[in-house]
Protein backbone atom coordinates (compact mmCIF):
# COMPACT_ATOMS: atom_id res chain seq x y z
CA UNK A 1 0.00 0.00 0.00
CA UNK A 2 0.82 3.64 -0.52
CA UNK A 3 1.66 5.27 3.16
CA UNK A 4 0.83 9.19 2.80
CA UNK A 5 3.57 11.30 4.78
CA UNK A 6 3.37 14.58 6.37
CA UNK A 7 7.08 16.17 6.05
CA UNK A 8 7.31 18.88 8.71
CA UNK A 9 11.14 20.00 8.17
CA UNK A 10 10.58 23.09 10.39
CA UNK A 11 13.66 25.19 10.83
CA UNK A 12 17.41 25.41 11.18
CA UNK A 13 19.32 21.75 10.65
CA UNK A 14 15.26 20.20 10.11
CA UNK A 15 15.90 21.14 7.19
CA UNK A 16 18.70 19.29 6.55
CA UNK A 17 18.18 16.20 8.39
CA UNK A 18 14.47 15.63 7.39
CA UNK A 19 15.55 15.18 3.31
CA UNK A 20 18.05 13.13 4.62
CA UNK A 21 15.43 11.23 6.25
CA UNK A 22 12.93 10.93 3.20
CA UNK A 23 16.27 10.16 0.93
CA UNK A 24 16.58 7.12 3.32
CA UNK A 25 13.04 6.13 3.28
CA UNK A 26 12.81 6.20 -0.47
CA UNK A 27 15.52 4.31 -0.83
CA UNK A 28 13.34 0.99 0.93
CA UNK A 29 11.46 1.00 -2.02
CA UNK A 30 8.23 1.72 -0.27
CA UNK A 31 5.59 3.76 -2.27
CA UNK A 32 5.37 6.89 -0.20
CA UNK A 33 3.77 9.83 -0.96
CA UNK A 34 5.32 12.55 0.27
CA UNK A 35 3.07 15.75 1.80
CA UNK A 36 5.32 19.00 2.54
CA UNK A 37 3.80 20.89 5.33
CA UNK A 38 4.99 23.99 7.32
CA UNK A 39 5.37 24.87 10.97
CA UNK A 40 7.61 26.80 13.24
CA UNK A 41 9.69 29.79 13.71
CA UNK A 42 10.50 30.82 10.56
CA UNK A 43 6.37 29.83 9.53
CA UNK A 44 5.04 32.29 12.36
CA UNK A 45 7.24 34.98 10.78
CA UNK A 46 6.06 34.45 7.34
CA UNK A 47 2.24 33.55 8.19
CA UNK A 48 1.91 34.88 11.60
CA UNK A 49 1.20 31.54 13.05
CA UNK A 50 4.06 29.10 14.29
CA UNK A 51 0.98 26.20 13.12
CA UNK A 52 -1.02 27.08 10.30
CA UNK A 53 -4.59 25.25 10.17
CA UNK A 54 -3.54 23.55 6.59
CA UNK A 55 -0.61 21.78 8.58
CA UNK A 56 -2.91 20.41 11.14
CA UNK A 57 -5.86 19.27 8.34
CA UNK A 58 -3.06 17.96 6.31
CA UNK A 59 -1.70 15.69 8.76
CA UNK A 60 -5.11 14.96 9.18
CA UNK A 61 -4.99 13.09 6.09
CA UNK A 62 -1.63 11.53 6.74
CA UNK A 63 -0.65 8.06 8.07
CA UNK A 64 2.43 8.92 9.86
CA UNK A 65 4.66 12.27 9.26
CA UNK A 66 8.40 13.03 9.72
CA UNK A 67 8.73 16.41 12.09
CA UNK A 68 12.22 18.28 11.79
CA UNK A 69 12.54 20.62 15.12
CA UNK A 70 11.71 24.22 15.44
CA UNK A 71 13.65 26.91 16.62
CA UNK A 72 11.85 28.83 19.62
CA UNK A 73 12.78 32.10 21.02
CA UNK A 74 13.44 31.68 25.02
CA UNK A 75 11.75 35.17 26.07
CA UNK A 76 7.87 35.07 25.12
CA UNK A 77 6.90 36.86 21.84
CA UNK A 78 3.41 37.76 21.25
CA UNK A 79 1.30 34.85 19.55
CA UNK A 80 4.12 32.31 19.09
CA UNK A 81 3.29 28.94 21.40
CA UNK A 82 5.81 25.69 20.30
CA UNK A 83 3.56 24.02 17.56
CA UNK A 84 5.31 20.43 18.30
CA UNK A 85 3.37 21.35 22.08
CA UNK A 86 0.41 22.18 19.97
CA UNK A 87 0.13 19.18 17.16
CA UNK A 88 0.48 17.06 20.62
CA UNK A 89 -2.13 18.08 22.08
CA UNK A 90 -4.35 18.89 18.74
CA UNK A 91 -4.04 15.83 17.24
CA UNK A 92 -4.33 13.69 21.09
CA UNK A 93 -0.84 12.47 20.27
CA UNK A 94 -0.67 11.02 23.55
CA UNK A 95 2.19 9.13 24.44
CA UNK A 96 5.74 9.98 23.23
CA UNK A 97 7.98 7.07 22.83
CA UNK A 98 12.01 7.52 23.18
CA UNK A 99 13.82 4.18 22.66
CA UNK A 100 17.38 3.94 24.02
CA UNK A 101 19.31 1.30 22.20
CA UNK A 102 23.18 0.56 22.56
CA UNK A 103 24.71 1.37 18.84
CA UNK A 104 28.30 0.83 17.55
CA UNK A 105 30.97 2.81 19.53
CA UNK A 106 28.15 3.68 22.26
CA UNK A 107 28.13 2.13 25.76
CA UNK A 108 26.65 -1.74 25.54
CA UNK A 109 23.80 -3.77 26.73
CA UNK A 110 21.34 -0.47 27.00
CA UNK A 111 17.80 -1.49 25.14
CA UNK A 112 15.25 0.61 26.94
CA UNK A 113 12.06 2.61 26.12
CA UNK A 114 10.81 5.75 27.78
CA UNK A 115 7.26 5.63 27.46
CA UNK A 116 6.15 9.70 28.55
CA UNK A 117 2.90 11.01 28.87
CA UNK A 118 2.50 13.76 26.22
CA UNK A 119 -0.61 16.09 26.52
CA UNK A 120 -0.63 17.35 29.91
CA UNK A 121 1.46 17.74 33.21
CA UNK A 122 3.62 21.01 33.46
CA UNK A 123 3.31 21.27 29.86
CA UNK A 124 -0.46 22.07 29.98
CA UNK A 125 0.30 25.63 29.39
CA UNK A 126 -1.32 26.78 32.17
CA UNK A 127 1.14 29.33 33.71
CA UNK A 128 0.72 33.18 34.81
CA UNK A 129 2.02 35.88 36.84
CA UNK A 130 0.70 37.21 40.74
CA UNK A 131 1.95 39.76 42.28
CA UNK A 132 2.38 42.12 39.87
CA UNK A 133 5.21 39.65 38.10
CA UNK A 134 6.99 39.06 41.22
CA UNK A 135 5.55 35.28 41.65
CA UNK A 136 5.12 32.61 38.80
CA UNK A 137 2.74 29.43 38.76
CA UNK A 138 2.70 27.38 36.40
CA UNK A 139 -0.35 24.59 37.33
CA UNK A 140 0.40 20.76 36.55
CA UNK A 141 -2.64 19.09 35.66
CA UNK A 142 -2.50 15.54 35.78
CA UNK A 143 -5.49 13.18 34.76
CA UNK A 144 -6.86 9.49 36.01
CA UNK A 145 -7.76 9.32 31.71
CA UNK A 146 -4.58 9.97 30.14
CA UNK A 147 -2.55 8.17 33.21
CA UNK A 148 -4.49 5.15 32.59
CA UNK A 149 -3.86 5.71 28.72
CA UNK A 150 -0.18 5.89 28.70
CA UNK A 151 0.33 3.24 31.50
CA UNK A 152 -1.97 0.59 29.10
CA UNK A 153 0.39 1.52 25.87
CA UNK A 154 3.43 0.95 28.77
CA UNK A 155 1.99 -2.26 29.65
CA UNK A 156 1.01 -3.82 25.92
CA UNK A 157 4.80 -2.28 25.09
CA UNK A 158 6.20 -4.19 27.47
CA UNK A 159 4.95 -7.12 26.41
CA UNK A 160 6.89 -7.19 23.45
CA UNK A 161 9.64 -6.65 25.16
CA UNK A 162 11.42 -7.81 28.14
CA UNK A 163 8.19 -7.65 30.71
CA UNK A 164 9.53 -5.09 33.14
CA UNK A 165 7.45 -1.78 33.45
CA UNK A 166 9.25 0.94 35.78
CA UNK A 167 6.62 4.01 36.64
CA UNK A 168 8.41 6.82 37.55
CA UNK A 169 7.00 9.97 39.87
CA UNK A 170 7.34 11.82 42.69
CA UNK A 171 4.63 11.01 44.91
CA UNK A 172 5.72 11.59 48.13
CA UNK A 173 5.67 15.04 47.55
CA UNK A 174 3.48 15.77 44.83
CA UNK A 175 1.07 13.83 46.85
CA UNK A 176 -1.65 14.98 44.39
CA UNK A 177 -0.70 14.88 40.48
CA UNK A 178 1.80 11.90 41.24
CA UNK A 179 -0.15 10.24 43.29
CA UNK A 180 -3.08 10.08 40.89
CA UNK A 181 -0.64 9.17 38.22
CA UNK A 182 0.89 6.48 40.16
CA UNK A 183 -2.54 4.83 41.31
CA UNK A 184 -3.67 5.11 37.85
CA UNK A 185 -0.86 3.05 36.14
CA UNK A 186 -0.40 0.73 38.70
CA UNK A 187 -4.41 -0.06 38.95
CA UNK A 188 -3.59 -0.91 34.59
CA UNK A 189 -0.85 -2.56 35.00
CA UNK A 190 -2.59 -5.04 37.69
CA UNK A 191 -4.39 -5.96 34.55
CA UNK A 192 -0.64 -7.41 32.57
CA UNK A 193 -0.25 -10.47 35.10
CA UNK A 194 2.47 -11.07 33.30
CA UNK A 195 4.70 -8.28 33.52
CA UNK A 196 7.38 -7.21 36.41
CA UNK A 197 6.14 -3.69 37.69
CA UNK A 198 8.09 -1.67 39.66
CA UNK A 199 8.11 2.16 40.87
CA UNK A 200 11.10 5.00 41.30
CA UNK A 201 11.23 8.20 42.67
CA UNK A 202 12.24 10.42 39.16
CA UNK A 203 15.31 11.44 40.93
CA UNK A 204 16.53 7.76 41.89
CA UNK A 205 15.64 7.10 38.24
CA UNK A 206 17.84 9.54 36.76
CA UNK A 207 20.63 8.39 39.00
CA UNK A 208 19.81 4.41 38.31
CA UNK A 209 19.82 5.43 34.31
CA UNK A 210 23.32 6.79 34.71
CA UNK A 211 24.87 3.97 36.81
CA UNK A 212 22.49 1.19 35.66
CA UNK A 213 20.98 1.57 32.45
CA UNK A 214 21.04 -2.18 31.45
CA UNK A 215 18.66 -2.96 34.21
CA UNK A 216 15.33 -1.26 32.26
CA UNK A 217 13.25 -1.94 29.79
CA UNK A 218 9.75 0.40 30.00
CA UNK A 219 9.75 3.44 32.02
CA UNK A 220 6.81 5.51 32.16
CA UNK A 221 5.96 8.74 33.48
CA UNK A 222 4.65 12.03 33.41
CA UNK A 223 5.62 14.69 30.46
CA UNK A 224 8.16 16.82 31.94
CA UNK A 225 10.06 13.87 34.14
CA UNK A 226 9.92 11.79 30.58
CA UNK A 227 11.59 14.79 28.82
CA UNK A 228 14.10 15.41 31.07
CA UNK A 229 14.99 11.69 31.65
CA UNK A 230 15.24 10.78 27.91
CA UNK A 231 17.67 13.66 27.17
CA UNK A 232 19.89 11.71 29.59
CA UNK A 233 19.58 8.21 28.60
CA UNK A 234 20.58 9.52 25.03
CA UNK A 235 23.48 10.99 26.68
CA UNK A 236 24.35 7.11 27.43
CA UNK A 237 24.28 6.11 23.42
CA UNK A 238 25.81 8.48 21.24
CA UNK A 239 24.20 11.93 22.42
CA UNK A 240 21.55 13.84 20.18
CA UNK A 241 22.90 13.19 16.59
CA UNK A 242 21.55 9.58 17.16
CA UNK A 243 18.39 10.31 19.14
CA UNK A 244 14.71 9.34 17.88
CA UNK A 245 11.59 9.40 19.12
CA UNK A 246 7.50 9.36 18.35
CA UNK A 247 4.64 11.22 19.15
CA UNK A 248 1.52 9.12 18.77
CA UNK A 249 -1.83 8.68 19.41
CA UNK A 250 -4.54 6.17 18.01
CA UNK A 251 -4.96 7.28 14.45
CA UNK A 252 -1.23 9.19 13.51
CA UNK A 253 2.25 8.82 14.60
CA UNK A 254 4.58 12.01 13.82
CA UNK A 255 8.19 10.87 14.26
CA UNK A 256 11.05 13.01 15.15
CA UNK A 257 15.03 13.46 16.13
CA UNK A 258 15.09 13.93 19.83
CA UNK A 259 17.04 17.06 19.02
CA UNK A 260 16.29 20.83 18.42
CA UNK A 261 17.20 23.14 15.37
CA UNK A 262 20.97 23.24 16.18
CA UNK A 263 21.30 27.20 14.91
CA UNK A 264 24.92 26.68 15.86
CA UNK A 265 25.44 24.41 12.90
CA UNK A 266 22.46 25.24 10.62
CA UNK A 267 23.43 25.61 6.84
CA UNK A 268 26.53 24.31 7.66
CA UNK A 269 25.92 20.35 6.04
CA UNK A 270 27.13 19.28 8.98
CA UNK A 271 24.47 18.15 11.04
CA UNK A 272 24.08 14.29 11.92
CA UNK A 273 21.43 13.11 10.27
CA UNK A 274 20.99 9.67 11.70
CA UNK A 275 18.61 10.81 14.49
CA UNK A 276 16.10 11.53 11.76
CA UNK A 277 17.00 8.73 9.84
CA UNK A 278 16.27 6.44 12.99
CA UNK A 279 12.95 8.28 13.47
CA UNK A 280 12.08 6.67 9.56
CA UNK A 281 13.00 3.53 10.90
CA UNK A 282 10.53 4.10 13.96
CA UNK A 283 7.72 5.00 11.79
CA UNK A 284 8.27 2.11 9.63
CA UNK A 285 8.19 0.49 12.50
CA UNK A 286 4.77 1.69 13.83
CA UNK A 287 3.54 1.58 10.02
CA UNK A 288 3.92 -2.26 10.43
CA UNK A 289 6.99 -2.59 7.99
CA UNK A 290 9.26 -4.25 10.80
CA UNK A 291 11.31 -5.96 8.55
CA UNK A 292 12.07 -2.87 6.28
CA UNK A 293 12.65 -0.90 9.78
CA UNK A 294 15.14 -3.67 10.99
CA UNK A 295 17.30 -2.97 7.74
CA UNK A 296 17.23 0.80 8.16
CA UNK A 297 18.42 0.29 11.47
CA UNK A 298 21.29 -1.91 10.36
CA UNK A 299 22.19 0.40 7.60
CA UNK A 300 22.81 2.90 10.32
CA UNK A 301 24.72 0.51 12.59
CA UNK A 302 26.52 -0.54 9.71
CA UNK A 303 27.41 3.37 8.78
CA UNK A 304 28.57 4.06 12.59
CA UNK A 305 30.74 0.60 12.72
CA UNK A 306 32.56 1.68 9.07
CA UNK A 307 31.10 4.46 7.84
CA UNK A 308 31.52 8.14 7.47
CA UNK A 309 31.12 10.19 10.72
CA UNK A 310 29.88 13.70 11.21
CA UNK A 311 31.63 16.36 13.47
CA UNK A 312 29.36 15.45 16.49
CA UNK A 313 30.46 11.77 16.00
CA UNK A 314 34.32 12.93 15.76
CA UNK A 315 34.57 12.57 12.11
CA UNK A 316 34.99 14.81 9.19
CA UNK A 317 31.83 13.62 6.98
CA UNK A 318 28.72 15.64 5.34
CA UNK A 319 24.81 15.12 6.41
CA UNK A 320 24.93 14.22 2.83
CA UNK A 321 27.74 11.49 2.69
CA UNK A 322 26.40 9.59 5.62
CA UNK A 323 22.81 9.83 4.06
CA UNK A 324 24.25 8.51 0.78
CA UNK A 325 26.22 5.39 2.80
CA UNK A 326 23.03 4.88 4.89
CA UNK A 327 20.94 4.99 1.71
CA UNK A 328 22.93 2.06 -0.41
CA UNK A 329 23.31 0.06 2.63
CA UNK A 330 19.47 -0.33 3.27
CA UNK A 331 19.08 -0.15 -1.23
CA UNK A 332 21.78 -3.47 -0.80
CA UNK A 333 20.01 -5.18 2.13
CA UNK A 334 16.83 -4.95 0.09
CA UNK A 335 18.87 -6.69 -2.70
CA UNK A 336 20.75 -9.43 -0.67
CA UNK A 337 18.26 -10.34 2.48
P1 LIG B 1 19.75 21.54 20.00
O1 LIG B 1 19.36 20.12 20.10
O2 LIG B 1 19.26 22.27 18.80
O3 LIG B 1 21.34 21.64 20.03
C1 LIG B 1 22.14 21.28 21.16
C2 LIG B 1 23.59 21.00 20.70
O4 LIG B 1 23.64 19.74 20.03
C3 LIG B 1 24.11 22.02 19.71
O5 LIG B 1 25.47 22.23 19.94
C4 LIG B 1 23.91 21.36 18.36
O6 LIG B 1 24.81 21.77 17.37
C5 LIG B 1 24.09 19.89 18.69
N1 LIG B 1 23.25 19.04 17.83
C6 LIG B 1 21.90 18.85 17.94
N2 LIG B 1 21.48 18.03 16.97
C7 LIG B 1 22.56 17.70 16.23
C8 LIG B 1 22.77 16.91 15.06
N3 LIG B 1 21.75 16.26 14.45
N4 LIG B 1 24.01 16.82 14.55
C9 LIG B 1 25.05 17.43 15.15
N5 LIG B 1 24.92 18.19 16.25
C10 LIG B 1 23.70 18.34 16.78
O7 LIG B 1 19.25 22.25 21.33
P2 LIG B 1 19.34 23.80 21.75
O8 LIG B 1 20.61 24.41 21.26
O9 LIG B 1 19.06 23.80 23.19
O10 LIG B 1 18.13 24.50 21.03
C11 LIG B 1 18.21 25.15 19.76
C12 LIG B 1 16.82 25.50 19.29
O11 LIG B 1 16.09 24.28 19.05
C13 LIG B 1 15.99 26.30 20.28
O12 LIG B 1 15.28 27.29 19.57
C14 LIG B 1 15.05 25.28 20.89
O13 LIG B 1 13.85 25.86 21.31
C15 LIG B 1 14.83 24.34 19.74
N6 LIG B 1 14.47 22.97 20.12
C16 LIG B 1 13.48 22.36 19.41
C17 LIG B 1 13.12 21.08 19.65
C18 LIG B 1 12.05 20.48 18.79
O14 LIG B 1 11.65 21.08 17.83
N7 LIG B 1 11.58 19.29 19.09
C19 LIG B 1 13.77 20.27 20.70
C20 LIG B 1 14.83 20.97 21.37
C21 LIG B 1 15.16 22.27 21.09
MG1 LIG C 1 13.65 17.77 25.07
Redesign the pocket.
Known sequence: MTYRIGLIP?D???RE?IPAAGQVLAATGIPFEWLPLKAGWACFQEQGTALPEETLAGLRTCHAALFG??????TPVAGYRSP?VQMRQSLDLYANLRPVRSLPGTREGIDLLIVRENTEGLYAGRERLEDGGATAIAERVITRRASARIGRLACQLAQTRRGLVTIVHKANILRETCGLFRGAVLEIASEFPGLKVEEMLVDTAALRLVQSPERFDVLVTTNLFGDILSDEAAALVGG??LAPSGNVGEMLGIF??????????AGKG????L?AILAGAMMLEWLRESEVASHVRGAVEESLSTGPR???LGGKAATGEVTAFVAEGVAHRLLVP
Not at 270 to 273: F, H
Open positions: GGIGVAVSSPSILGEPVHGSAPDIIANPATPD
